[in-house]
C-alpha cells in the first residue's frame, strides 16, 4: 500500500441509451490530459458516431493504492465453445468452485444474466458452492473499477503479450480486471466472456489457477456475454468486496508469466504439481 499523488480517468461512451465502449487508467498529475485524450480518441476511433462520450477525472487524493503482481496467464487450446466449456469447468473446480455452480453461471451468462435477460451491466456474484447469486441487484451487477497497469509493467505486458500474437487492448485490460477481482477478499475465482458479438474469446482466473484464457469461449456473433465473481459465501463480507472491487484503487506494477498456448492436459499436470507442492 502506498499514499499518491494520482487520478483516475474514467471513459464511458454510449448510442442512445445504449453503452458501447468504457475503459479506464490511474495516472500521475502530468499524464492526466494526455489520458483524456486518449480516452476520447478511444471511444470515437471505430467511426462509429457516439451520443455521449464521458470522461471523469477524479483525484485519488491521500487514498491508499494498492499494487499487485498479475496472475499468471495462459491460452488453452480446445477445438471448439463446448471443448473450451468443459475445460473451463475443471480449471474453475481446481480453484474450488463446485461443478453445480459453474453450470448455473454457465447458463445464466449464455442466456443473459440480467432479471429482464439481457446482459447484465456489472458481473454476477456468486456462491462458489451453490451457485445462488449474491449481487445486491440482479440487473446491472457489480463492476470492478480503478484499476491499471503502473507504467513499467504496462509496457512490460503489452511487449509479452504482443510476443504471443495478443495484441487486442481486451487481452490486457481483462487480465488487469482478473488480478483485481482475484485479490478481492472472500473471492475465490472468476468466469468471463464478452458480451461483444465479434469477440469470443473468454477466460478463468483466480490465485490459485491464474488466467486461463481461450479463444473460443462462445459463438461467432453471440451478442450474450457477462461474469460472474464466484466467491466463498461462509467467508464474505458482501460490503467491504464491493467496496474493494468497486472504490479501493490497485495499481498491477509486476507482471506475472505470460506463456504460448498449451493443450489443456499439459496445464492440468503442471497445475497439479504445484498444488502438490503447496
Ligand atoms: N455496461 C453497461 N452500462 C455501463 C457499463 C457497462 N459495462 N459501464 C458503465 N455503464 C453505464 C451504466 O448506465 C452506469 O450506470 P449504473 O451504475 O446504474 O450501471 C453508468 O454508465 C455509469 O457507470 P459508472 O461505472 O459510474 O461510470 P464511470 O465513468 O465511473 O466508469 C467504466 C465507467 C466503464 C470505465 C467502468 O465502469 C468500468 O467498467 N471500468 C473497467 C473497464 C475495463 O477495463 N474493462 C475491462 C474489459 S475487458
Ligand atoms: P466485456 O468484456 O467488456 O464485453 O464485458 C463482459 C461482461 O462483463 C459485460 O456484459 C458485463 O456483464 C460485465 N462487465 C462489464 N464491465 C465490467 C466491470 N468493470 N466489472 C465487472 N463486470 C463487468
Known amino acids: 500500500m502506498a499514499h499518491t499523488d494520482l487520478y483516475s480517468i474514467r471513459m464511458r461512451a454510449a448510442i442512445g441509451e445504449r453503452h458501447v465502449s468504457g475503459a479506464e487508467r490511474i495516472v500521475s498529475k502530468e499524464n492526466v490530459e494526455r489520458t483524456m485524450n486518449e480516452l ?21 487524493g491521500d487514498a491508499l493504492v494498492q499494487r499487485l503482481t498479475a496472475l499468471d496467464m495462459i491460452t ?22 463446485s461443478g453445480q455452480a459453474v453450470e448455473v453461471a454457465i447458463a445464466h451468462i449464455s442466456k ?39 507504467d513499467e509493467a504496462g509496457e512490460e505486458i503489452s511487449l509479452r503479450l504482443a510476443a504471443l500474437g495478443l495484441t487486442h487492448f481486451r487481452t490486457r485490460e481483462a487480465l488487469a480486471l482478473a488480478t483485481k477481482a482475484a485479490h478481492g477478499p472472500g473471492i475465490v475465482a472468476e468466469l468471463c466472456w464478452s458480451d461483444d458479438p465479434d469477440y469470443t474469446a473468454g477466460y478463468v482466473a483466480s490465485l490459485h489457477t491464474g488466467y486461463v484464457r481461450f479463444p473460443f ?13 464466484f466467491v466463498h459465501r461462509d467467508l464474505l463480507d458482501r460490503d467491504v468486496l464491493l467496496r ?3 472504490q479501493e ?30
Not at 476520447?40 to 485519488?60: H, M, N, W, Y
Not at 506494477?253 to 497445475?271: H, V
Request: charge should be positive; hydrophobic fraction near 40%.
Open 40 to 60: 476520447v480518441e478511444r471511444a470515437v476511433r471505430k467511426g462509429c458516431p457516439r451520443d455521449q462520450v464521458i470522461v471523469t477525472v477524479e483525484s485519488l
Open 76 to 97: 488453452l487450446a480446445a477445438p471448439d465453445m463446448h471443448a473450451a466449456r468443459s475445460i473451463a469447468k475443471r480449471v474453475l473446480q481446481i480453484a474450488g468452485v
Open 112 to 150: 443473459g444474466a440480467a432479471l429482464s435477460g439481457g446482459n447484465m451491466r456489472g458481473a454476477m456474484i456468486m456462491d462458489a458452492k451453490s451457485g445462488d447469486r449474491l449481487e445486491p441487484d440482479r440487473e446491472r451487477g457489480v463492476r470492478a473499477s480503478r484499476f491499471d497497469w503502473g
Open 217 to 229: 469461449l462462445k459463438q461467432l456473433g453471440d451478442a450474450k456475454g457477462g461474469r460472474a465473481f
Open 244 to 246: 474493494y472491487l468497486q
Open 249 to 278: 484503487a490497485v495499481l498491477i506494477t509486476k507482471i506475472g508469466e505470460c506463456r504460448a498456448a498449451m493443450m489443456p492436459e499439459t496445464y492440468f499436470s503442471l497445475i497439479k504439481n504445484v498444488c502438490e507442492g503447496d
